[in-house]
């Protein structure tokens, strides 16, 4: 169990368009997901905490308007990169918190990544 | 906000050899997790090992084991029997037990296995 999916796989878009990536928890219910940014050969670099219901918390840095994120329900959180740049190409990682599992430590589930590409 | 560090970009090893992937952190919490995740080429984040900072024996998983040195906050890695699909990125990572399920994560190690 704990299955976190992400969609699409690779996207590339025009410059000054608007990309909206899906993340997915399929076999659980999760009320906090995480974005992740990572460049080639770097780590993972946290974007926002999205908790079901409420506004996302977004780290130090990462613009709020440029980089939406909704989660309406406690299985889909989507993040949207509105007026996309080439500077905004990068791999996009989610994960998924499991509460039933919360006093395990692993009870982050990640996505298989979306890579962005802006032309 | 902590750190995690690793001072090691790249490593490699011969196959069936045993290799080490150091990685330090800083804190000041008392009780925290402590991670190693494997990222191969398909970019998948995959867990490998876990330890809680309360529990003095060293977490084992197979082939992998930790050398958790709490006081010199030190955290690393050893895979044995070392194969040829262990070749990938290796990130160390911290999570506090109070402060919610944030991740903070090292700039990663990328391990290649010779044949």
Redesign the interface.
């Known amino acids: 169990g704990a299955v976190v999916s992400q969609h699409p796989s690779r996207v590339i878009c025009k410059s000054g368009t608007s990309v909206k990536i899906e993340c997915r928890s399929l076999d659980f219910q999760a009320t906090t997901m995480f974005w992740y940014r990572q460049f080639p050969k770097q780590s993972l670099m946290l974007m926002a905490t999205s908790n079901e219901g409420s506004k996302a918390t977004y780290e130090q840095g990462v613009e709020k308007d440029k980089f939406l994120i909704n989660h309406a329900s406690l299985t889909l959180s989507t993040l949207t990169v509105t007026s996309a740049h080439p500077e905004d190409s990068s791999f996009y990682i989610c994960s998924a918190r499991n509460p039933s599992r919360q006093i395990i430590a692993d009870t982050q589930y990640f996505g298989p990544g979306t890579r962005l590409t802006v032309l | 906000a902590q750190t995690v560090t690793q001072s090691q970009p790249e490593m490699s090893v011969q196959e069936a050899e045993t290799v080490t992937l150091s990685c330090t952190y800083d804190t000041s919490e008392s009780d925290y997790?402590l991670?190693w995740y494997k990222q191969p080429p398909?970019?998948?984040?995959i867990?490998v090992i876990?330890q809680?900072a309360y529990k003095q024996q060293n977490a084992t998983e197979n082939r992998f084991s930790v050398n958790f040195q709490k006081a010199a906050k030190s955290f690393s890695l050893k895979i044995s029997d070392s194969q040829l699909g262990d070749a990938a990125?290796y990130?160390c990572a911290y999570?506090s037990f109070n402060t919610?399920?944030?991740?903070y994560?090292?700039?990663?190690t990328?391990l290649t296995v010779i044949p």
């Open positions: 997790y991670f398909s970019r998948q984040m867990l876990r809680e990125m990130f999570r919610g399920n944030q991740f994560f090292g700039t990663g990328s």
